[in-house]
């Protein structure tokens, strides 16, 4: 599988969004969307990578859609989601990594890693990272599952 390096800046959601354009519009209807996160259990704090598949080609955005980063990222995270189902792509998966191997797929992406991670990632329903679902998020403060 050919995935390219990843796309946009990390934890800067409205630059790597902008960035996904060409990714985004050439997706055809069929593509796989897998999207990345090191947190379950606590979204008000989960941070997300993109992983756009097609054939044996794939695109990967960087760590910049999701609460960790705020309303920005929320907003572009629901952006993203809402421009691929209005393109008729509607097969999204979700794959929850350790947190050291979040930032190591980061920095060096290979195939055989995404190919284990297409394997362990679960159907998801995309409605859960538009806005109108994240109504707990959008009205608490984003902290640490931590603290």
Do not use: W
Not at 22 to 38: F, G, W
Request: glycine share 6%.
């Amino acid at each position: 599988m050919q995935i390219s390096e990843p796309i946009g800046t990390p934890s800067a959601p409205k630059e790597t969004l902008e960035a996904l354009n060409d990714v985004l519009e050439r997706l055809p209807k069929s593509a796989k969307i897998l999207l990345i996160t090191d947190i379950q259990g606590h979204r008000s704090n989960a941070r997300y990578a993109a992983l756009f598949l097609h054939g044996s080609e794939g695109a990967l955005s960087r760590e910049a859609f999701g609460p960790r980063y705020g309303l920005e990222g929320i907003m572009a995270l629901d952006t993203l989601v809402r421009t691929l189902l209005e393109r008729g792509i509607n097969d999204f998966k979700e794959c929850v990594v350790m947190p050291s191997d979040f930032g190591r797929l980061m920095q060096e992406p290979e195939g055989l890693e995404f190919e284990r991670l297409i394997s362990s990632a679960n159907p998801t329903d995309p409605n859960l990272y538009l806005t109108t679902h994240m109504t707990d998020v959008l009205v608490s403060p984003v902290s640490s599952p931590l603290q």
